[in-house]
């Protein structure tokens, strides 16, 4: 019962795939601007956990969603990538995943299996979370998640391929009632994740595993139900899978989830040191103080890098604050490996019982420090400034009332049929480029619309282009010069979508 955990996954906005899989991966929190991105996405240039276990000699398997070909093009050993463009289409991806997934687990080919279905994003885009087609693919899953877990037991026998095997189900984004996601409502953030292991940590590491979140549901059954940012995925797996963490990354490794694998408790019962009880909630503390020194280590070689290449940067005053966090953890760390050898006497319950107390300070003290800038960085990389939010709106409608205010006062001077009137022959072109510029501001209130937001863009302008270059030609006044480089932006213009 207790090999099994279920956590409330956070998710920060944007909350579409390819920002999710590159959070996931890196640790980071991409920006809007990489929305742009989300369709023929670019190569992941930052570090992340696909090059560190390509770099550390770790096969990678992964089948479904294609997005992970773009952002990994070189990093797998097996690959079977299917395309997910089309909304439409709920099984295409999810078969071939299912086609892969259990044969796969009988192989012995990989260290990372990554299985990517998206049918469920697929049926609320088009029918919405409260359909028929939803509950029939989150049926499909389930059973799929029981012959998952079901081939994993039977292999996870001592000795068996799946001894050490650490399962994790999760949704990279949320989404709304009616199926849409990218921006930071409830819905599109919170997502959830499974874990499961073959083996049960021992009761004492378990008492750290937030027995507080755990409740009976309405049969009685006691079920877990943890937080955990996705933003701490990165680490906690690399600290899980034994690679680096990745540059960028500011998570913080899940404590819980970092538990629940036997690699963390399993043959650490010797100790801290020659004189420490053998004890299997110390040894488990120490091993992950341990691995918050490391964590935190390396999210201040970031912040300081970071601070000191940044235009942006951070507010001095906070970055003061969480950099006195990090010297009080170190100054502290120092304290808490100095070998304090008890007296014969003093040794037993006691001396167990301040070495846990030391090393529960030592883990506060690196948390508070990670946790303090990763809030940070959240408030300084994807919260909203509501003030320049609104003066960009109000310049966006005042502009287009300017324009309109001029096609109004043109068309007062004198009618576009009036060939005798100056100003009549520009009228029909500035209605044209006022009917684009209001479809353009209005496009920009839709919903999910950050997703398509480049798209639209490039097709007003190519449809302006061709508007442009077929009134020159039925006007008569077709020139070269003026033409060709309008013909050559259209083909630029329909390259990039
Ligand atoms: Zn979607």
Same mark, same amino acid.
């Given at each position: ?19 999710? !899989? =590159?959070? *996931?991966? @890196?640790? &980071?929190? #991409? ?8 369709? /023929? ?110 081939? !994993? =037991?039977? *292999?996870? @026998?001592? &000795?068996? #391929? ?8 999760? /949704? ?326």
């Amino acid at each position: 019962k207790n090999s099994a955990r279920i956590f409330k996954a956070l998710a920060d906005p944007p909350t579409t795939s390819l920002q999710r !899989l =590159k959070a *996931l991966t @890196t640790g &980071g929190l #991409p920006t809007f601007i990489d929305v742009g991105n989300s369709f /023929g996405a670019p190569a992941i240039v930052e570090d992340n956990i696909m090059h560190q276990l390509v770099k550390s000699g770790k096969r990678v398997v992964m089948m479904g969603d294609d997005t992970w070909i773009q952002l990994y093009p070189e990093h797998f050993n097996k690959s079977f990538p299917y395309p997910s463009f089309n909304v439409k289409d709920l099984d295409t991806v999810d078969n071939g995943v299912i086609d892969h997934l259990l044969p796969s687990l009988h192989e012995n080919d990989w260290d990372v299996l990554i299985a990517h279905f998206l049918g469920v994003d697929h049926a609320g885009h088009i029918f919405g979370v409260d359909s028929t087609p939803m509950i029939q693919k989150l049926e499909q899953y389930n059973q799929i998640l029981e012959d998952v877990i079901d081939t !994993l =037991k039977s *292999l996870s @026998t001592p &000795g068996g #391929p799946h001894e050490n095997t650490l399962l994790l189900v999760m /949704g990279d984004h949320g989404q709304t009632l009616n199926g849409d996601h990218g921006g930071g409502t409830a819905e599109e953030v919170e997502t959830s994740l499974f874990a499961w292991s073959p083996k049960t940590p021992p009761d004492a590491v378990l008492s750290v595993l937030g027995e507080n979140s755990c409740n009976f549901d309405l049969h009685g059954k006691e079920v877990c139900v943890s937080t955990m940012q996705q933003l701490d995925f990165a680490v906690t797996v690399s600290a899980l899978l034994g690679i680096p963490f990745p540059f960028g990354s500011i998570g913080r490794v899940n404590p819980e989830l970092y538990a629940l694998s036997a690699g963390t408790w399993d043959n650490q019962r010797t100790g801290i040191n020659a004189c420490t009880p053998q004890d299997d909630l110390v040894a488990w503390k120490m091993r992950y103080a341990e691995v918050l020194c490391v964590n935190s280590w390396q999210v201040k070689r970031y912040i300081d890098q970071y601070s000191g290449s940044s235009i942006i940067g951070f507010s001095a005053e906070y970055l003061h604050h969480v950099e006195e966090l990090y010297s009080k953890a170190q100054a502290n760390w120092s304290e808490v490996l100095k070998p304090t050898c008890p007296s014969e006497t003093a040794k037993g319950e006691e001396f167990k019982e301040s070495a846990s107390s030391a090393l529960q300070l030592q883990i506060d003290a690196y948390s508070s420090f990670l946790e303090s800038f990763a809030k940070l960085a959240r408030s300084a990389w994807t919260e909203f400034d509501l003030w320049l939010m609104g003066t960009g709106l109000l310049l966006m409608i005042l502009s287009v009332i300017t324009q309109a205010y001029i096609l109004v006062r043109l068309n007062a001077v004198c009618q576009p049929s009036d060939q005798e009137c100056p100003s009549s022959r520009i009228i029909p072109k500035l209605s044209f480029a006022f009917t684009l510029v209001t479809i353009r501001a209005a496009s920009l209130l839709s919903n999910s619309y950050i997703l398509a937001e480049g798209r639209v863009t490039n097709f007003l302008l190519a449809t302006s282009c061709i508007a442009g270059v077929w009134s020159s030609a039925t006007n008569g006044n077709f020139t070269i010069e003026v033409n060709i480089p309008i013909i050559s932006m259209l083909f630029k213009l329909s390259f990039v979508h």
